[in-house]
């Protein structure tokens, strides 16, 4: 089966790091992408990891651990704009052609 | 802007109309998913194309039918239109057949479509 979850909602200082975590238990396994997505506007690529470790992307970073079945996306120095759903996807199993997505994080970034 | 095209960007109609959606993929990419989103909810997959031959099928009702034309784009129909259909449609392309590690998806604007 497939499976992705990650927190509902969270809310962070501007200025400071947050980290949104996302589990995942697919079969399969072929890479996981984060995305960032602003109230009633289409979903933005930010990252994709398919081999362990920290992928860094000026201030957005993502990890992966496989073994683990987890992912998180770390966003530093806050920025109000930064307000918005981080969604975790991943390509479904090998012959089904579909991408996986979270239900997504809702981040509020506070002044 | 990610390359890829969706029209109309509103529409409002009643329950019981139907409505074509229109989503034009990235140059070069060959497949192209469409997705329902409603109100503080999830993406929801409905369907998937690659090349116009149809490749995977989500949640979709049988109320709705998608074509991908050849010159690769793609137009999703929904008929009989009920209230709980009021949602944001999008649609994404890639280049990849699907389910590949190295092609993300890039998405459209969407089309928000109001069942009045």
């Known amino acids: 089966g497939q499976n992705i979850d990650q927190p509902t909602e969270m809310t962070a200082t501007e200025g400071a790091i947050v980290q949104i975590n996302c589990t995942y238990q697919t079969s399969g396994f072929n890479g996981l992408f984060w995305y960032q997505q602003h109230a009633g506007e289409a979903p933005t690529f930010l990252s994709y990891n398919v081999l362990d470790g920290l992928e860094e992307k000026g201030r957005f970073s993502s990890f992966l651990s496989r073994s683990k079945g987890y992912s998180y996306l770390l966003l530093k120095e806050l920025q109000m704009k930064d307000s918005a759903s981080y969604l975790c996807a991943s390509p479904g199993p090998p012959g089904t052609y579909k991408y996986i997505f979270g239900t997504g994080t809702r981040l509020k970034v506070l002044a | 802007d990610s390359g890829v095209t969706q029209t109309p960007k509103h529409l409002i109609t009643a329950t019981g109309q139907r409505v074509t959606l229109r989503c034009s993929p990235r140059s070069g990419d060959l497949s192209v998913y469409w997705y329902q989103q409603s109100l503080d909810q999830g993406l929801q997959f409905l369907i998937q194309?690659?090349?116009?031959?149809?490749?995977a099928k989500g949640n979709i009702l049988e109320r709705f039918s998608a074509q991908q034309f050849p010159d690769l784009h793609s137009e999703l129909n929904l008929s009989s239109l009920e209230l709980g259909d009021s949602a944001l449609y999008f649609c994404a392309s890639s280049e990849s057949p699907g389910g590949s590690y190295n092609s993300p998806l890039h998405f459209g604007n969407g089309t928000r479509l109001t069942v009045t």
């Open positions: 194309y690659y090349n116009g031959e149809e490749r």
